[in-house]
Nanobody, 116 residues
């Protein structure tokens, strides 16, 4: 099993930046995909950015060009650099992994609020 802890959320003005961090522990060697999802009030959880062990990176269309996902070499940390933030980016952001057997792990989430 993988355990995930997110940090770095907060309140930011439109146009500002935030960097989210996720620390992974446990069976990191089993990770096949790692990334960020978000859920806004009244909406379904959606993928924001992910990468796979084959180095495939995916972004939601709504964040392309503004958000950048990165990780350390061991998959023990994953980051989400968020620039040019908009009010519609307001959500709880979750770090998630999927292992090679298809099992998912989720962090507790971190709130990002974009407001003036």
């Amino acid at each position: 099993q993988v355990q995930l802890v997110e940090s770095g959320g907060g309140l930011v003005q439109p146009g500002g930046s935030l960097r989210l961090s996720c620390a992974a522990s446990g069976n990191i060697a089993s990770i096949w995909r790692m990334g960020w999802y978000r859920q806004a009030p009244g909406k379904e959880r959606e993928m924001v950015a992910t990468f796979r062990i084959d180095r495939t990176i995916s972004y939601a269309d709504s964040v392309k060009g503004r958000f950048t996902i990165s990780r350390d070499r061991t998959y023990s940390r994953v980051y989400l650099q968020m620039n040019s933030l908009r009010p519609e980016d307001t959500a709880v952001y979750y770090c998630s992994t999927r292992d090679k057997s298809g099992s998912d792990a989720w962090g507790q989430g971190t709130q990002v609020t974009v407001s003036s």
